[in-house]
């Protein structure tokens, strides 16, 4: 899928003036909408002019809606709009549900966090049986990444459940030893999904319905066959240069790492049971969170937390300001990372200072840079060029998505101009020498790619493409 799903509640953000960290803000008693609510739809009005925001919005206070408006189009094709039942994907958003799930497993005595994989499930390699402990997995410490190979990823639909998306993880490597230290994984929270499934003989999807869904009354989240989800917004992504596509194409399942279906209306019930109260879990096992002596921390400092999920087409954030019980809401049924700026946007509004201006995403901007201006002008401007681009994101994933979508349009010369820049702005990151060399390779110039992916081995030897290729063009041993 895309460059990550969004690491969500993990890797939270404490936003707080403009976005900045850790700064404390003026008690905000009773929020008054309708003093700032042509700011806020001056602010979405902004992004609807760069045709890269259509959603919901969502501002609420102690749970009590304050402003709720749909904007845009939630099927493009068929001129449907957007409306305050429309159903989103929520991305990575229902990883919380997983984590939730499973500390409330181990409250009650059915898993525990240091119980390892191999306790309940069966198949895994030793060094991931024996060495990974269901606390590692919730806290993104184990060792696994992500697991949606090119082989897996082109797999048909009916041919996709959980059960196949395991046996992927199983046959993934290690990044490193479990709990020595953090990567986000989607392949993690799958894990979690099927230990719950292996302790209670019950299906994820069931346990979710049970403990979550029902007791909170959350009629409009769906957690099977999203393409079937009625009232559902399609996903809208444009590419590097400006083509609107659709995630339809992408045959995902729901997964315990993401894709559920929900409202802004539903999702606010979940955070607010996530964050206060015991309708959802009693403090004991919110306490059992490694997040929750942040959230206590923030209860006092008007700091907000964050809870996202996003990739192509999909982009959902929730700002939840703990001392206020104040949430900023924004669905997209567009590009990520949308919905977070312009989340951050109205929250600055809230605070009483300016928004951010709206930009076109990195990765179009840096093309037409390219294209109209050059090289050295991309070089000079590429932080002004590379504002709306997820800060979790490696920059060096901008040039590098430029090139392999002008690659796939058999554009070589253009994508080597593209993956030549990256070597050039980023020389110690080993893939942009291994995209180079695969680019060159792709033109007939043997030699040069040889040397591109001999350098990208240089700086990273554990690089399989490149392993490969020099393996293949000069039979040497890698």
Known sequence: MKKHLIFAILAISVLACNGQPNQDQNEVKALDISKIEIKIDNLVAQYQALDIYSGVVLIAQKGKPLYHKAFGLANREKKLPNTLNTRFDIGSMNKSFTKVLILKLVNEGILKLDATIGNYLDGFPPEAATKITVEHLLNHESGYGGYHTPEYWNLPSDQKNLNVALDYIKTRPLLFEPGTEK?????????????????????????????????????????????????????????????????????????????????????????????YGDKLWSEETRSLDEMYPFYRKHMSTGGAMTHAGGFEGANTVLYEVLRDEISVMVFANMDEVVAENLGIG???????????????PAEQLVYQALGNKGADYVINNWKQLTTNFHPDDPEDMILNQIGYELLSENNTDEAIKAFKLNTQMFPEVGNCWDSYGEALLKRGDKKAAIAAYKKALAINPDIPSAQRAVRELTNEGY
Do not use: C, W
Request: net charge neutral; proline share 5%.
């Open 183 to 275: 990567e986000y994984s989607n392949a993690g929270y799958v894990i979690l999904g099927m230990i719950a499934q292996a302790a209670t003989g019950k299906s994820y999807f069931d346990l979710v319905e049970e403990k979550i869904t029902r007791p909170l009354g959350m009629k409009d989240t769906y957690l099977r066959e999203k393409y079937s989800v009625p009232n559902r917004a399609i996903g809208y992504y444009k590419s590097v240069t400006g083509k609107l596509l659709n995630n339809d194409s992408f045959n995902e399942i729901v997964t315990p790492a993401g894709g559920f279906y929900s409202t802004t209306s539903d999702m606010l019930k979940f955070y607010k049971a996530f964050h």
């Open 346 to 360: 109205i929250l600055s509004i809230i605070r009483g200072n300016e928004p951010e201006v709206p930009a076109l």
